[in-house]
């Protein structure tokens, strides 16, 4: 059976961004605030509908038109003699020593169309358009992203960009949505000071000459006190978890910042957050929590050893020993990991720290086409790295994993993950990246390792029913990369078939010709019921059709072989593409307030 796309056909919204214009975006040349705001700028003129707590939108276009939001500033403090001068300084190099040359890097070309930034949206009402929410989706969907607080004045990678939280609350078949930053140690200091003060980390240190002159730069500024590094370098701009009773934004530079979402569907920041001390540096995005237990499993990687440093945290949150993995013996790009019922397992893989591409004008972080990638795996509460074993898997590159299982008689693992066939671009021409899903039986008692393809196209950011985390699953849902990063529709995979070697897609809707989306995010119909099917809920993701500038929510019968739309909600004002999201349900909201 065909799919039948999903064409975005109701009436543009139109958009008015800040500052200076970047494609298809206009930002206004306003200064930025010298205050570190927790709550919405005050100066937000909304002329139509009159404020309230939750703002409502309207459907026609001249109302549309009139409801456009400009945020007016007040001019910012008057700048020191040392910002003055590092200020300057930082113009040379971006303009002189080391400007935006290459695409992927250059603001003008990764900020173009839907990934450019917008501003925060306070809590604004939505519109259901076809069909209606289910009450299994009463809660809310948060996606997580890069969306710089001003405008990148040299070499910006789509990494770069400070974490904004776009979550959409629904309640009995009506939808809120709200924007808000992620108000790290980063975006207050910045916001305050009125200018960007950090260096970018992806984009920011390519070539020796560049990064010696922003190392010099980042330097002065901490001495002479713009800021302390001490509390954070981190952007929290890449995915969401939910554990011990907290809810978190995630980016694996730095620690945790603990957010909530309100009653009334405002997202607040409650700060950077540490486990009572016990969390060192830096965590995973991707931490793994057991449906069942309540443990969560994490760990951290970095340039120096230990380069991988395992940890889990128990069903109330509280943080458990490190176990410091020595028997990786270079860094590696860790991005994510899989947890079975008894192993955790990690890949490394052939991203890695690359120091002679950075000499000859690269990223230092790059490809290593003559190493061997590895699979390791550990017993899931080990307390030291003695039990580690590993496995070389050449060739296997993964960035994120789907799901992994132990077999009935214990002696394999199963992992589920997406090869990234065309390593070395991975970072600078993500174009050119073609991610295929593999099916990986380890053999724990002889070592050796087989693979099979799930499927042959491009796929990424899959995401599965979560209560079989760790466990034998069937079903996967993916985005289909068109190219990455850009998503043109989802795919239901039924891994069981990989042992027919055909290709195992059961389910596919794409989105329609110039329409793009996000990670999609499967939500259990009841979460109560042991005997509901494991693929028995929605799937839910933002759209957003570039040929009329808006964006939708879309809602996906997650059994229907055409993923059918159950409903779709048309979103005030579009929401850019961005990384990893999570579902929370209302009661878990609720404990939350």
């Known amino acids: 059976m065909v799919p039948k796309p999903f064409i975005l056909s109701s009436p543009s919204s139109p958009y008015v961004p800040r500052r200076l214009s970047i494609s298809s975006v206009r930002i206004e040349d306003t200064p930025h605030s010298p205050t570190v705001r927790t709550t919405p700028p005050p100066a937000v003129t909304i002329p139509s509908p009159p404020p309230s707590t939750t703002h409502k939108t309207s459907t026609s276009e001249p109302e549309a038109a009139s409801s456009r939001r400009v945020i007016k500033r007040p001019p910012p403090t008057e700048q020191s003699l040392p910002a003055l001068i590092f200020n300057s300084f930082d113009a040379i190099i971006n303009n ?25 949206l306070p809590p604004t009402e939505c519109h259901v358009i076809e069909g209606s929410l289910p009450p299994s989706l009463n809660g809310a969907y948060i ?15 789509l990494f770069d960009g400070d974490g ?21 140690y980063k975006y207050n200091v910045e916001n305050q000071a009125g200018y960007p003060l950090f260096p970018n980390v992806f984009s920011g240190f390519n070539g020796l000459i560049a990064s010696a002159a922003r190392g010099s ?38 620690l945790p910042y603990e957010i909530r979402v309100t009653p009334n569907g405002d997202i607040e920041t409650r700060g950077r957050y540490d486990f009572d001390g016990e969390l060192f540096m830096s965590m995973t995005a991707h931490p793994k929590i057991d449906q069942d237990s309540g443990e969560a499993f994490a760990f951290r990687y970095g340039p120096v050893p230990p380069f991988l440093t395992y940890f889990r945290f128990d069903s109330n949150g509280v943080k458990q020993p490190d176990v410091p993995v020595f028997s990786m013996t270079r860094p590696s790009f860790l991005h994510d990991f899989a947890i079975t019922e008894k192993y955790a397992i990690f890949a490394d893989i052939q991203i890695g720290m690359n120091p002679l591409g950075m000499l000859a004008g690269g990223s230092p972080v790059g490809s290593d086409p003559s190493k061997v990638s590895r699979i390791g795996v550990i017993p899931r509460y080990a307390k030291d790295e003695s039990q580690i074993k590993w496995f070389d898997v050449p060739g296997f590159n993964i960035i994120h994993a789907i799901n992994a299982w132990d077999s009935e008689d214990g002696n394999e693992i199963v992992l589920i993950a997406p090869n990234i066939l065309s390593v070395e671009h991975t970072l600078e021409r993500m174009e050119l990246v073609h991610a295929m899903v593999e099916k990986v039986r380890i053999d724990l008692k002889t070592g050796i390792v087989t693979r099979q393809p799930i499927s042959a196209r491009n796929l990424d950011f899959a995401v599965i029913n979560q209560a079989y985390l760790g466990k034998k699953n069937k079903f996967v849902y993916a985005a289909v990369g068109d190219p990455m990063p850009k998503i043109s529709g989802v795919v239901k995979l039924d891994v069981s078939r990989g042992e027919e070697r055909r290709d195992c897609t059961v389910g596919c809707r794409m989105f329609g010709e110039g329409c793009y989306g996000g990670e999609p995010f499967f ?27 808006e964006s939708k929510f879309l809602v996906m019968d997650a059994k229907s072989p055409e993923l059918e739309v159950v409903a779709a909600v048309r979103l005030p004002r579009r929401v850019p593409y961005g990384f990893h999201g999570l579902f929370v349900r209302e009661s878990d909201l609720r404990k939350l307030w």
């Open 96 to 120: 002189f020593i080391d400007p935006p040359i290459k695409p992927s890097v250059d603001p003008k070309h990764v900020l173009s169309n839907n990934f450019a930034p917008v501003d925060e």
């Open 143 to 157: 996606r997580n992203g890069p969306n710089p607080q001003f405008l990148p004045r040299g070499p910006y990678h």
């Open 164 to 184: 904004m939280l776009h979550s959409i609350l629904i309640s009995h078949g009506k939808a809120t949505l709200c924007s808000r930053y992620v108000k790290t």
């Open 217 to 254: 730069l980042s330097a002065a500024r901490v001495l002479t006190g713009q800021y302390n590094p001490v509390n954070g370098i981190g952007l929290a701009n890449t995915s969401l978890a939910l554990f011990g009773n907290r809810l978190f934004a995630l980016g694996e530079s730095d």
């Open 523 to 549: 939500v259990a119909r009841d979460t109560e019921d042991p005997e509901a099917e494991e693929d028995d809920g929605h799937v839910v993701t933002y759209v957003h059709d570039e040929n009329k500038g």
